[in-house]
């Protein structure tokens, strides 16, 4: 084969690889089209902020608008731990009043997704959001009741590089033992999840980080669609 062929054919491979790549885009986006679950699609977002209504909320109330744009299935709601009474993990005394509440919620019948939302503390999850995450160990003692829901991250920090993605990895970490379907902000940004800025407890001006939410709710509600349309 002459140098020129061997280019030829090379070239011949590739627009055949980027036609198929795009044959796949086209049948996935049509499979999401056609995925219309009659029933509702629930996604929780869980704020792990000890501020109630602050950045973290904020910053999940945008993921949550856009997964419930995603499709007319999409019900959501807002879920703050601030004020309740979610103890320090103790074996011996698991569970709350207020967690066996919020269990119960988060098992609900068309509960599909669940978006966790942390402030950033020292490169790490809040306190609150860990304590949240150990008493989910009921849910493994319950033949792990959070299995195969969507779960996506959210992190709000106070600098720019705060740590977002180390407590967005450590929650991810926490939420794959319960067995449930990790995903992170979708396409255009696509990395491991939504990381927001916060200046003087506003976020409305950290554009990038409000694209990332956005996309990371799009991205859940987009997968929980798929798997209720694919449970019938
Ligand atoms: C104890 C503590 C530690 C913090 N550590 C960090 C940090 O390591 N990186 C960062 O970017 N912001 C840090 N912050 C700032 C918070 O992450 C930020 O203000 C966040 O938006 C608070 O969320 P909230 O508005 O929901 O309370 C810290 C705040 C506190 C109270």
């Not at 996935?28 to 996604?43: L, N, S, Y």
């Not at 929650?171 to 992170?184: K, R, S, T, W």
């Not at 902000?185 to 506003?202: S, V, Y």
């Not at 991205?219 to 019938?232: F, N």
Request: proline share 4%; glycine share 12%; with cysteine.
């Amino acid at each position: 084969m002459t140098a020129d062929m061997t280019r030829r054919a090379l070239l011949g491979a590739a627009g055949a690889a980027a036609a198929s790549g795009m044959a796949a885009e086209t049948a996935r986006a049509g499979e999401t089209a056609g995925a219309a679950p009659t029933k509702p699609v629930r996604i929780l977002g869980i704020s792990a902020s000890p501020r109630k209504g602050k950045t973290t909320a904020a910053a999940l109330k945008v993921a949550l608008d856009a997964a419930q744009a995603a499709g007319p299935a999409v019900e959501v709601e807002l879920v703050e731990l601030a004020g309740m009474n979610i103890p320090v993990f103790d074996p011996a005394a698991p569970g709350s009043a207020d967690f066996d509440k919020l269990a119960a919620k988060l098992t609900a019948p068309g509960v599909a997704g669940v978006i966790v939302g942390t402030p950033v503390y020292f490169s790490g999850m809040s306190s609150l959001c860990k304590a949240f995450l150990d008493q989910c160990m009921a849910f493994r003692k319950n033949n792990f009741a959070l299995r195969n829901k969507v779960a996506g991250v959210v992190a709000v920090g106070g600098v720019r590089n705060g740590g977002q993605e180390l407590a967005i990895e450590s929650v991810q970490a926490a939420l794959f033992c319960q067995e449930m379907v990790i995903v992170g902000d979708g396409r255009p940004t696509a990395h491991t999840g939504a990381t927001l800025l916060n200046t003087g407890d506003d976020i409305s001006a950290d554009e990038f980080g409000l694209s990332t939410a956005r996309n990371l709710g799009r991205r859940v509600a987009e997968v929980a669609l798929q798997m209720a349309a694919a449970a019938g």
